[in-house]
């Protein structure tokens, strides 16, 4: 039985389903969010079940493993975005990051693996980049890479310290069926493109030039690895890059939707920003090369898959 802490969350929603079809039993944490798709209701309290949990209560965490006899906890509780101070946003991280790491611990779980981030390779103007590279203190990005570098750090130790099997899974501009936010832009474009509105839909950020590279790793694929990395029976790292492995860019994207939406207007600025980084995206080599793992959709595909989930009625 393997337990998924922030279950209710666009990636471990599609994680649970992954463990599921691989013959795994799941129960999905949950705190606030209660929803589950319908890819998921067949096994609804029958294997797949929701608990209700607190993360900064470690009795909470450790009553709730208890109960289903959970021999594995994958972590990829996150905050959502909000307006908090950086204490308040770290302590929060960081406390059910140690609750977790405990549990694991304290009922001598075969393995833990934690959420990161590509964005802990912020900093670094040229990639593609590999999980061998130095990562620098500074985090230019925000509070995500400056709180995942530290979870990196705090899980090495208590790995070195304990004993304790943990893994870290370096997801990177994750995006597909059951996004939320409308952060990124492959989903800001897909739904700019469903609504029949012209696209991108407005970001929080400046949106970026047709030439600019964008992250990209579709949620099913990303879904598949974390599976994988906390199934196996051995890893030989504990950390690895999950994403598409390739270089994309944000007219690659352009023209996706386009071809999959039958000509949906979608309008970026021509060129590369200036100072934008060269080859920015994640070397999905180790992961390749130990367990053979490839992503099984492209631009395209995911794309045309994101679009069947919309078209099927879901507006998420």
Known sequence: M??????????????????????????????????????????????????????????????AARKYKVDGIVHLAAPPFTGWSPAEDFRVNMNALINVLETGRILEMKRVAIGSSGTIYSGIQEGPFSETMNLPIHS???????????????????????????????FNGVWGAGYQSMVNLPSRMVHAAHQGVPGPLTGRRPDPKEGDEVPSAYVKDCARAAQILQMAPKLEHRSYNIAGGVRQTAGDFADAVRAASDGAEITLEPGVTEGARTNAYLDISRIRDEFGFKPAFSVEEGVADYFDWLRAGNDK
């Not at 039993?25 to 209660?34: E, G, H, K, L, P």
């Not at 230019?140 to 899974?169: H, N, R």
């Open 2 to 63: 393997q337990m998924i802490t922030g279950g209710m969350g666009f990636i471990g929603l599609h994680t649970a389903k992954a463990f599921l079809d691989a013959g795994e039993d799941v129960v999905i944490t949950r705190y606030r969010s209660n929803r589950i798709p319908s890819y998921l209701e067949p096994e609804l309290d029958k294997r797949l079940f929701v608990e209700p949990v607190d993360l900064a209560n470690p009795l909470e965490v450790i009553e």
């Open 140 to 170: 230019p990005m925000g509070s995500t890479p400056a709180t995942k570098k530290s979870y990196e750090i705090m899980g090495y130790l208590y790995a070195d310290q304990t004993g304790l099997d943990v893994v870290f899974l370096r």
